[in-house]
Nanobody, 125 residues
């Protein structure tokens, strides 16, 4: 059973930066498509950024140019570098694994079969 654990959340001022990490336990990490989703209080979960197994990336329009997703296969770790943070980025961020890579890194939550517990990101103005 695949497991993923997120870390790196916390508090930041508007305009600041945070980097989220997601460590996976599986043996075929390099084959995975993975993504970051987030959910703010009172709102539905939304896709933030995804990456497929050959490194192609997808971003939500609201984070393009500010967030960067990357994947280190040797460390079995997914990252989300978040720059120019805004108060509206405040949410719980979730790491998601599509172990069959059916999603091709697209931000459709139904394709992802393993989810982390989430890490809180709070941005103050």
């Amino acid at each position: 059973q695949e497991e993923v654990v997120e870390s790196g959340g916390g508090s930041a001022m508007a305009g600041g930066s945070l980097r989220l990490s997601c460590v996976a336990s599986g043996d075929t990490f390099s084959d995975y498509c993975m993504a970051w989703f987030r959910q703010a209080p009172g709102k539905e979960r939304e896709g933030v950024a995804g990456i497929d197994n050959v490194g192609s990336r997808t971003y939500a329009d609201v984070v393009k140019g500010r967030f960067t997703i990357s994947k280190d296969n040797a460390k079995k770790t997914l990252y989300l570098q978040m720059n120019q943070l805004k108060p509206e980025d405040t949410a719980v961020y979730y790491c998601a694994v599509d172990s069959h890579c059916m999603s091709w890194g697209k931000l459709i939550s139904g394709w992802y079969n393993t989810w982390g517990q989430g890490t809180q990101v709070t941005v103050s103005s």
